[in-house]
């Protein structure tokens, strides 16, 4: 844990293995199994200038470095920096990269909250953005600039699961030196991994799937490049927004079946996804997993195993009333404005998730006010569809 960026030797290339072995070792003072919580808020120092790799938990802790190892061994990457929100690492990421009269480019539909930190917050600084169809790798190069300082896509997207191709985005930001970051938080990578893709950065809310129990709150940035993560470092250390350590320990609980859930949650999804298809007071569905999906191809090009999460989105006939009756109606289902955990979440992503964002912005992107989000959760499939079809009735 001294050598925060080496690389780690891994016990398996399979993520089945690395999601439960990277990282952590058994205690070397006790034999636990589970590493210990360290509950502190300074370390003691041997002499000055000399200690054993910590000294105050604003810094570094080693639990939250656990937690980093184990994410930097999952992806296969040289590092990880976590920090204690997913916007907090959103936040860094871009402060990272802009600065006064620089230019990002972002992909058009993303969560409401990244939209709402560029243009109510980073734009008073000078910092602009282009939001861009993605889906278009031309669209991206035409937007680039001379002061474009980062790319930044998330794919499958928060809520329409529109696609961007990470091979194809990636090479034109090579070919300009621009840095590119992809948000991974609906797959992980069980399921797609962006470095492997050509991207530099993976950004992930650990909120969410890798979390996996509705335990936690988290960010995380992932990259092969030293200076990338040493930069990361020190602005987290500079604002403070470092994960805490009791969280972290729960990450790393949560993170060991991964994996499983994803593969469930999977398996759930496309279930709920051809339910939802044939339902005649369903106007429309979009789940990757389905042929009708209009990026079905490049999802079956870009997603590993032939899984494709457990995220869709859907509309009912009769817009936002009836969308919103759908929602107050389920019993089994969690009206919440969240995703990725055991329990099947429903959310109303004009009224919740994605608010911030003007209202004919979100219809020119596919975010009308009658979608409906749903992230399938763990229970059985056929219970979700029960409750979903009385409901709709």
């Not at 439960?20 to 360290?38: E, F, N, Q």
């Not at 993170?255 to 939802?276: G, P, W, Y």
């Not at 990757?288 to 079905?296: I, M, T, V, W």
Request: glycine share 6%; proline share 4%; hydrophobic share 40%.
């Amino acid at each position: 844990m001294t050598n925060r960026y080496a690389k780690k030797n891994l016990a398996s290339s399979f993520i089945a293995t690395r999601n439960i072995h990277s990282g952590t070792i058994p205690d070397p003072y006790t034999g636990a199994i589970l590493p210990p919580i360290y509950q502190t808020a300074t370390y003691a120092l041997d002499e000055i200038e000399q200690h054993k790799g910590y000294t105050y938990s604003r810094v570094s802790n080693p639990g939250v470095t656990m937690l980093e190892n184990r994410l930097a061994g999952i992806e296969d990457a040289l590092g990880a920096i976590c920090f204690a929100t997913g916007m907090a690492a959103t936040t860094t990421l871009l402060l990272t990269f802009l600065s006064k009269d620089d230019h990002l480019i972002c992909s058009d539909v993303v969560y409401g909250g990244t939209v709402r930190l560029i243009e109510q917050l980073l734009n008073k600084y000078g910092i602009h953005a282009s939001f861009v169809d993605a889906s278009d790798p031309n669209k991206v190069k035409q937007a680039i600039k001379k002061n474009t300082k980062l790319i930044l896509i998330e794919t499958p997207a928060n809520p329409t699961l529109k696609l961007n191709n990470i091979s194809k985005i990636s090479k034109i930001a090579q070919e300009h030196k621009i840095p590119i970051a992809v948000d991974n938080t609906f797959l992980t990578a069980s399921i797609q991994q962006p470095l492997r893709l050509g991207a530099d950065i993976v950004l992930y809310s650990t909120t969410k799937y890798i979390d996996g129990h509705n335990a936690t709150v988290g960010g995380a940035l992932i990259s092969n490049n030293s200076k990338m993560l040493e930069d990361f470092d020190f602005n987290r250390k500079t604002v403070g927004s470092i994960q805490s350590p009791f969280n972290a320990w729960l990450i790393l609980q949560g993170v060991k079946t991964l994996d499983l859930r994803m593969k469930q949650h999977s398996e759930n999804a496309i279930q709920v996804a051809s339910f939802l298809e044939n339902h005649k007071k369903v106007s429309q569905i979009f789940y990757p997993g389905l042929k009708s999906f209009p990026q079905y191809d490049l999802a079956q090009e870009q997603h590993m195993g032939g899984y494709h999460g457990g995220m869709l989105c859907f509309e009912v006939n009769g817009g936002m009333d009836k969308a919103i009756e759908v929602m107050n109606k389920v019993t089994l289902c969690t009206l919440a404005e969240s995703l990725g955990s055991v329990e099947t979440l429903i959310t109303h992503p004009a009224t919740m998730t994605h608010k911030p964002i003007e209202p004919s912005v979100r219809q020119k992107i596919g975010i009308s006010d009658g979608l409906i989000r749903l992230s399938v959760g763990l229970e059985h499939y056929k219970d979700i569809i029960n409750d979903l079809n009385q409901a709709l009735k």
